[in-house]
């Protein structure tokens, strides 16, 4: 047994370097006064170390030495522990598997044993240890004990732990991405890590594609071009690399990928790999191409549209305006038939003579809401700021004639001022209160208000009357060109007016609408959109 009185000399063996690495340590005595201050220095500098339990056993595994370290480290003072066995710091579940002994027949067989684990403190409280086991033989070989340096590794196990942790969370989540290839390379391109969604995108599972380089995925032209070292060039040298290109599956086929390459880089920045995410954007892209096409079809169907719409206009435009003079034509004669002929012509005659004139009249009306109707949809708007007020009263006194000799109430209320077309304005409102004085000509008392009210989001301009009203369950075709709801022997009409005054709200950015009953009046109600001043 070793002796803490016993002068020894440390003979490192196989490795001179630093104590943990020691291979082996043989002993040998020394009588010499300047031997014995070497081991008194030693000693003295053994029990100084504090980040290191350094200590020795006898050859039964016996502590015979305790330092200050071992101190700090385990919570045992020297008194406490010298003597008894080092077991004391296993778990117990390590004593039943014997394995204090198996270090000691192991350190003692080879010379050095060094292990990592769980160790228990006084106040049974663990660590984790890193531990090197040396024995230690005198002159003739023979085995005297061992020395034994802990060191408490607890903080880094936890940061192992954690960083192993991590990582396992990471390729789990990596593992269940399946939308997206992502994928390791190491600095020369080479794939060190697959996950399922690479998978199912390329092809290439795992072990058919880890080792290979990044470029099989690239199409034939691009790997002669250098794309692949490109790539990674650039995203070495910025950080990252984005991109969108086609590339190619294990089976050959293509697909039209987003590609972003980032550079990895360690603590001290050498460059250590790339992360390669991929996103396959085939569908996309293919509907990105079905738009496009769409579009340059509506763009050339717009076109035709637009130029026959043009067309039509300059036909119908042309053909109102011929019609416009046979027709005063047709009218003059009649004119001229029925002055000039009225005794001489039989009944029979003038009564024909009055339908063709009564035809005329028509025709001529007709070719005038046409005209109103073109002059409507290519009249571009002219915004001004307008008093309705006085607008309202310059149509009524337009329809001052047809008003002559009738019983008419009109209740004109406070209108406002409002951003619009002045002409197409005016064209509403002859429509509109035309329309007020022609479907109240059988009343004996005809009631006409135009005003307005406010809501939460519009004034809303009115014209309401007491005519014949209608169904609302017709009122859908009111604001159609040429639907009427009333035979032309009752009340005369194109069936226009409407229409053009519907096309004049909507371009201003109104809407426009009914309310009416059978017999009891119609109210026409519209707005002329944000313009609107409050």
Known sequence: MLSQNRVIRLAVENQPSAAPNLRSIRVERLDSPNVLRCQ??????????????????????????????????KGYEAPEILGQHFSKFYLEADIVRGKPKYFLELAASVGRCEMEGYRVRKDGSTFWANVVLTAVHDAKDNLLGFVKITRDLTERRKDELAVRESEERFRALLAGIVDYGVFMLDPRGIVTSWNTGAERMMGYTAAQIVGKHFSCFFLPDDVEAGAPSCEL????????????????????????????????????????????????????RESDEKIRKLSQDLAKLNESLTTA????????????????????????????????????????????????????????????????WFTMVSHPLKMERVDLQPLVKSVVSEFAAEALNRDIEWRIGDLFEVQCDRGLALLIFQNLIGNALKFTRRRDRAVIEIGHVVTDTDRVIFVRDNGVGFDMQYAGRLFQAFQRLHAQSQFEGTGIGLAVVTRVVQKHGGRIWADATPDSGATFSFTLGERTVK
Not at 44 to 72: E, H, P, Q
Not at 314 to 342: C, E, G, I, Q
Not at 343 to 365: C, F, G, I, Y
Request: charged share 30%; net charge negative; with cysteine.
């Open 40 to 73: 008194e220095q030693f000693q003295t500098l053994v029990d100084s170390v504090v980040d290191y339990a350094i200590f020795m056993l006898d050859r039964t595994g016996n502590v015979i030495t305790w330092n200050l370290g071992a101190k700090r480290m």
């Open 233 to 284: 060039e650039i995203a070495e040298s910025f950080g990252n690399f984005t991109v969108e290109c086609w590339h190619r599956r294990s089976d050959g086929s293509r697909f039209w990928a987003d590609v972003t390459i980032s550079s990895l880089r360690d603590t001290d920045g050498r460059l250590t790999g790339f992360a390669k995410v991929t996103r396959d954007l085939s569908e996309r």
């Open 309 to 372: 719409n043009a067309d039509l206009e300059t036909f119908s435009r042309a053909m109102a305006h011929d019609l416009n003079a046979p027709v005063r034509h047709v009218l003059a004669y009649t004119d001229m038939l029925l002055r000039d002929f009225k005794e001489t012509l039989p009944s029979e005659a003038l009564d024909h003579v009055q339908h063709v004139k009564r035809s005329a009249m028509r025709m001529s009306d007709l070719v005038t809401d046409l005209l109103d």
